[in-house]
């Protein structure tokens, strides 16, 4: 399909859907079961962030890295099967799903919503948009992440306890997935914290990599 939006990735999305606990290793890290259906949340588009631009992290909150798989919507669709959710894929990214700890500890501990830990301004660092034919088959390939040179996390999509079909048809049985939508498919584990003046560096096998400085925000 034509990238015609999709190649400029700070100019469209309408949601950014993410996906937690989907790597059963980073589930126990986490002091969590792995779960039996997708954990769900969600981040606004004002979390988007491109390379050259740094990681504001929130005042006195402690922040973590999760470098993740991004599915990228290219056709719309609800209540889509297994069976055709590859069909509805347009292409891919990879992204950071930054996450303010204090504020998700806060909200847990209390019931309520991640919104605010997982939707703060540059939440979501992206690389550029990859088409189809760059990443063959998504459910191989590597994600690694170092912090100032040491490396942090490296596992693979192999491991992800939902696959790409089965979020695509999940979620689109509860919303509309539109053109342009954004799914993060999970980390892997080995998160840890990003403090300023931190350098983050990750990748996706040898297709794509990108590097953020992380600024404590003013």
């Not at 309408?14 to 606990?21: A, L, Q, S, V």
């Not at 949340?41 to 006195?60: D, H, Q, R």
Request: proline share 6%; with cysteine; charged share 20%.
């Amino acid at each position: 399909m034509a990238s015609r939006n999709l190649s400029r990735f700070s100019s469209f999305g309408k949601k950014i859907i993410g996906i937690g606990k989907n790597y059963s290793e980073h589930a126990k890290e986490m002091g969590s079961s792995v779960p039996s259906e997708p954990v769900v949340f969600l981040k606004p588009t004002t979390a988007y962030l491109t390379e050259g631009n740094p990681i504001l992290l929130p005042l006195n909150n402690d922040v973590d890295h999760e470098v993740e798989l991004g599915v990228v919507i290219g056709k719309p669709g609800k209540d889509i099967s297994e069976s055709s959710a590859m069909s509805h894929v347009g292409g891919y990214v990879l992204a950071l799903d930054m996450s303010n700890r204090t504020r998700q500890a806060q909200s847990k501990n209390a019931g309520l919503p991640w919104a605010l830990s997982k939707g703060f301004d540059t939440s979501c660092p992206v690389s550029k948009f990859l088409d189809l034919s760059q990443v063959p088959d998504p459910h191989s390939v590597q994600l690694w992440l170092k912090v100032n040179g040491v490396e942090r996390q490296n596992g693979n999509t192999a491991d992800m306890v939902f696959k790409i079909p089965t979020l695509i048809s999940y979620l689109s049985c509860h919303m509309t997935l539109e053109e342009g939508d954004l799914i993060l498919t999970g980390t892997p584990k080995g998160v840890g914290p990003v403090k300023h003046g931190d350098v983050v560096e990750c990748g996706l096998g040898d297709i794509v990599s990108m590097t953020f400085n992380a600024e404590d925000r003013k």
